[in-house]
């Protein structure tokens, strides 16, 4: 009986033993901002070019989409360097693990739409069907 005891105890030490030595699933320390812009006869030739953090300018072009990998926390999606137009800077919030979609377009009458879009999972679909500008 002393013997079964021993050889439980240590199959449980060297199972336990196997387990400290894996890894533990690493949790994602950023997050992912996607500016996306449908494809439009609106504005068709123009480049829309957004800046993130007010850092370098990035043109998004019709039908594509930009994939940026930030850190955590507030961002500000804005299009600084545009002739004529201001700032319309726009706060982002992004966890680790993450994904938010910013919608990026412009229509005759409205203008541009530049803001996070109002139906995530709907971005997202949207988003999966346009190239990659990055």
């Known amino acids: 009986m002393r013997s079964y005891f021993l050889t439980v105890a240590a199959f449980l030490c060297f199972a ?3 387990n400290a030595g894996q890894p533990a699933k690493e949790e994602s ?4 901002i996607i500016v996306y812009r449908p494809f439009s006869t609106n504005g068709f ?7 993130i953090d007010h850092g370098s300018a990035m043109k998004v072009s019709n039908g594509c989409y930009y994939l940026l990998t930030v ?8 299009h600084d360097h545009i002739f004529l137009a201001g700032q319309d800077p726009q706060k982002v919030q992004v966890a ?3 994904t938010v979609y910013f919608l990026y377009t412009f ?8 803001e996070v879009a109002s139906d995530q999972a709907q ?11 990055n």
């Open 16 to 18: 336990a033993s196997v």
């Open 29 to 32: 320390k950023t997050g992912t």
């Open 45 to 51: 030739f123009a480049g829309f070019s957004f800046n």
């Open 71 to 78: 850190s955590p926390g507030d961002h500000v999606i804005s």
């Open 96 to 98: 680790a693990g993450q």
């Open 107 to 114: 229509y005759p009458i409205m203008g541009q739409i530049f």
């Open 123 to 133: 971005a997202k679909e949207t988003a999966s069907k346009l190239k990659a500008q």
